[in-house]
């Protein structure tokens, strides 16, 4: 109960920090991001359930943004955070704006990505948000100054589809299936840390369950990583827990966080489950590389 009291306060804590300045939104694609020939979709819209699980769905993206929100005393790092909705929807709050309350409140300048949603290619559900994430990490080094953050400082963070977001944004920032432009794109657009929160995509099932998928392969140019899972997730753990293995055998900085209770799809949902706290342990990790001065 104390823990639950403690969380529910750092929440209402996170909610009434008044922003530094306005938030500003960035279109990653301003002549409009390239889609399928005859591709139509709905206007982007907040999805209802019949059934109220305070859960904000936002549906039919397709003029992907990123929202920086500018902190009082930067340290001069800075977070692009993805949140999850099995690449059909973005949680944009519980998995979105909540996370970046929580960075602001540590001085780590949050950005949050509102990727393409929902999904254009099932066979690569993740080509799009991809495209995405890698315009969106040109667009933050070329404008680091401007928000006061190095461009060398610059992680990612994503939960379930957008945990899987972030870790091939990691290991395949450079892999560009777009044409880019100079004055947006950069040609490196490796993150320099990454935070995958109960990424899912991993792995197989089945018998594959304890092998990642091909297109995971952790090279010595990996980002340093913090992986959080919990043990209970139906998608599977073992995911995280072989891409730590990955990195150890590269000799990488990595972290790696199971908790025994958890299930999928926490955030920043309240509880009094140990689970509840992962982003502290995120953000003293951020912190470790980046220590404030």
């Not at 059934?51 to 397709?62: C, E, F, M, Q, T």
């Not at 920043?268 to 951020?286: F, H, I, N, Q, S």
């Amino acid at each position: 109960m104390k823990r639950l009291l403690t969380l529910s306060i750092l929440s209402l804590g996170f909610a009434a920090l008044a922003p530094a300045e306005d938030p500003v939104v960035i279109k990653l694609w301003p002549q409009g991001a390239a889609e399928k020939e005859g591709f139509k979709i709905e206007p982007e819209a907040y999805i209802k359930k019949d059934k109220d699980d305070g859960i904000k769905r936002l549906g039919n993206v397709s003029d992907p943004t990123i929202t920086v929100y500018p902190v009082d005393k930067p340290n001069g790092t800075a977070v692009l955070v993805c949140p999850g909705g099995g690449y059909s929807i973005l949680a944009i709050e519980h998995e979105g704006t909540l996370v970046c309350d929580y960075f602001r409140s540590i001085g780590v300048t949050p950005i949050l990505l509102k990727y393409r949603v929902p999904r254009r290619d099932e066979t690569d559900p993740s080509k799009a948000p991809l495209q995405d994430a890698q315009r969106a990490i040109g667009i933050l080094r070329h404008r680091a100054a401007e928000f006061g953050f190095q461009p060398d400082r610059i992680g990612i963070l994503g939960f379930s589809a957008g945990g899987h977001l972030t870790v091939m944004t990691s290991l395949h920032a450079n892999d560009r299936t777009y044409e880019q432009d100079p004055a947006l794109d950069v040609a490196d657009a490796t993150p320099n840390f990454a935070i995958p929160v109960y990424p899912a995509y991993l792995v197989g099932k089945g018998e594959q369950e304890f092998q990642l998928v091909p297109e995971i392969k952790v090279t010595d140019k990996a980002p340093p990583m913090c992986l959080i899972h919990a043990s209970n997730d139906p998608h599977s753990a073992a995911g995280s827990a072989l891409i730590y293995l990955e990195y150890k055998k590269q000799k990488l900085p990595a972290e790696l966080h199971i908790y025994s209770d958890g299930g999928h799809g926490f955030g920043m949902k309240k509880t009094d489950l140990p689970v509840g706290l992962w982003y502290e342990r995120a953000g003293e990790w951020v912190l470790s590389l980046y220590p404030a001065k």
